[in-house]
């Protein structure tokens, strides 16, 4: 059964330059001890249009710790997954700063963004994202070799992240065989194989029932405590806010008060 987290009151939320979250818990609170683990810093995204810019992200600024999950909510077009895209450093911003581990991850050309999401970030997709012909196990075991992690450390890494997300008797079965939650947690298996330090999960409970939905986020906190990972996640769903550290509403490209 799932143990909803308690949030504190609303602070103040972010405007274009100053960045506070709407909703924060105790564990944020210990943020301010430790160096972040990510930064945006005055982010702004353009994409062309025709003769036209059209401004997507209007100088976002963020801040994710170790080991919290941080939640961006807005309507689609919002931004946020243009947000989590530059933070995976699957593209670049227009202008601003993105520091990852306080290395300038905005200035860096892509294969060296490749190696370290290949090594330090995980990413997990609404559409699961898993290979039909092969088994969780070998789903998992594919994003171990992506890392080239050493071939000894195989078995007993993938069995350790199918039975923290609760499939160590599914383990053998492939996608088709498995229900919408059990491909989820197969995809957050796979995700957190290579032992990330940023776990990136664009709408990972849009195709779940509220039940099955729940049943993620449980694991989302699991893996927090767990594997020492921040996990930043985009959603709708209001259901599932009150877990999160942190909640930033996204309108129109920028955080506002809700």
């Given at each position: 059964m799932l143990t909803w987290l308690s949030g504190g009151s609303a602070p103040v939320a972010t405007g274009e330059q100053e960045e506070t979250p709407v909703q924060e818990t105790d564990a944020a609170n210990k943020a301010s001890t430790v160096e972040p683990l990510l930064t945006v810093r005055n982010v702004?995204?353009?994409?062309?249009?025709?003769?036209?810019?059209?401004?997507?992200?209007?100088?976002?600024?963020?801040?994710?710790?170790?080991?919290?999950?941080?939640?961006?909510?807005?309507?689609?077009?919002?931004?946020?997954?243009?947000?989590?895209?530059?933070?995976?450093?699957?593209?670049?911003?227009?202008?601003?700063?993105?520091?990852?581990?306080?290395?300038?991850?905005?200035?860096?050309?892509?294969?060296?963004?490749?190696e370290?999401?290949?090594?330090?970030?995980?990413?997990?997709?609404?559409?699961?994202?898993?290979?039909?012909?092969?088994?969780?196990?070998?789903?998992?075991?594919?994003?171990?070799?992506?890392?080239?992690?050493?071939?000894a450390d195989w078995k007993s890494r993938v069995t350790t992240?199918?039975?923290?997300?609760?499939?160590a008797k599914r383990m053998h079965h492939r996608?088709?065989?498995l229900s919408g939650g059990e491909q989820q947690r197969v995809?957050?298996?796979?995700?957190?194989a290579h032992r990330p330090s940023l776990l990136l999960a664009d709408e990972p409970t849009a195709e779940l029932d509220s039940q099955m939905a729940a049943q993620v986020m449980q694991v989302f906190k699991e893996i927090v405590a767990s594997e020492n990972v921040t996990i930043c996640m985009t959603t709708h769903d209001p259901t599932i806010m009150e877990v999160a550290d942190h909640v930033y509403e996204m309108v129109d490209g920028v955080f506002v008060v809700k």
């Open positions: 702004e995204r353009s994409f062309d249009a025709g003769s036209q810019k059209i401004r997507v992200l209007k100088g976002i600024n963020l801040n994710l710790y170790p080991q919290q999950l941080v939640m961006l909510r807005g309507r689609s077009g919002s931004g946020k997954t243009t947000l989590m895209n530059l933070m995976g450093g699957l593209d670049t911003p227009t202008e601003g700063e993105i520091h990852f581990k306080g290395r300038p991850f905005h200035k860096w050309d892509d294969d060296k963004r490749t370290v999401r290949r090594k330090d970030i995980g990413f997990i997709f609404q559409a699961y994202a898993l290979m039909p012909l092969l088994s969780a196990y070998e789903n998992v075991e594919l994003s171990l070799r992506m890392a080239n992690v050493p071939r992240c199918l039975d923290l997300v609760g499939l996608p088709f065989e995809a957050i298996a796979k995700a957190i």
